[in-house]
């Protein structure tokens, strides 16, 4: 199994600018999960989707985040407008929905916005 | 206060000894830990569960202790390839997981 892919592995945009970032899940994983890590605060949960629903969304910042997952295979978060201070690593991880311990992670997205 | 809690390093050992972590957890509903290891500028990897019975994996011991809310990690004779990043994890609501900011971890010749 190639594992879970994520895209772009690095962007830089300007403040302003959308961004969004991609997640391939591993195939029959039925959970998928968005986190931002930082250096400050570590790493973050930002949402959850359980069979493509979104089931808790409580650690999305603010409304200029969103996050879709439109089926099994594929998943995107977006940040519009992009600020400096979304500048982290984004991760995207997949597992099945009764071992959610067992997370397989993305290799991440590093986001710089200057 | 944060929901899980580790000291975050780093500790610098020398080859073969051995180390341990330990972590605290806040929220005493929490049913499910776990140790995940992360390397330098890459993705979390899962290392093991804890079980609450404690449960070894080779060279890792892991114990958890519920009236404390403590768990434990221990690293004997460890190795120049343990160097990293210790990431304490515990179930919240949900299939939700909670991270520790981590321990760092760096073995020395």
């Known amino acids: 199994d190639a594992g879970v892919i994520q895209s772009p592995r690095h962007e830089v945009t300007e403040m302003g600018q959308e961004v969004t970032l991609r997640c391939k899940p591993i195939?029959?994983?039925?959970?998928l999960f968005w986190y931002r890590q930082t250096m400050m605060r570590g790493l973050e949960l930002l949402i959850y989707f359980n069979n493509n629903v979104p089931i808790d969304d409580s650690g999305m910042p603010e409304d200029r985040f969103s996050a879709k997952m439109p089926n099994a295979s594929f998943s995107t978060l977006k940040i519009q407008p992009s600020e400096p201070r979304d500048s982290a690593v984004y991760f995207c991880?997949?597992?099945?929905?009764?071992?959610?311990?067992?997370?397989?992670f993305g290799p991440g997205t590093r986001l710089t916005v200057t | 206060r944060k929901e899980v809690e580790q000291d975050p390093g780093p500790f610098n050992v020398p080859e073969g000894a051995t180390v341990a972590f330990n972590c605290t957890y806040s929220n005493s509903a929490s049913q499910s830990f776990f140790w995940y290891r992360q390397d330098c500028r890459k993705e979390p990897k899962l290392l093991m569960s804890?079980?609450?019975s404690g449960n070894e994996d080779g060279r890792f011991t892991a114990q958890l202790n519920r009236a404390s809310q403590y768990i434990s990690l221990l690293i004997r004779d460890s190795k120049l390839s343990d160097s990293a990043t210790y990431l304490c994890?515990?179930?919240?609501?949900?299939?939700?997981?909670?991270f520790g900011t981590g321990t760092q971890l760096k073995v020395e010749l």
């Open positions: 195939s029959g994983h039925n959970s």
């Open positions: 994890v515990c179930t919240g609501g949900g299939n939700k997981l909670t």
């Open positions: 804890v079980y609450s």
């Open positions: 991880a997949s597992a099945h929905r009764d071992w959610v311990g067992e997370q397989y």
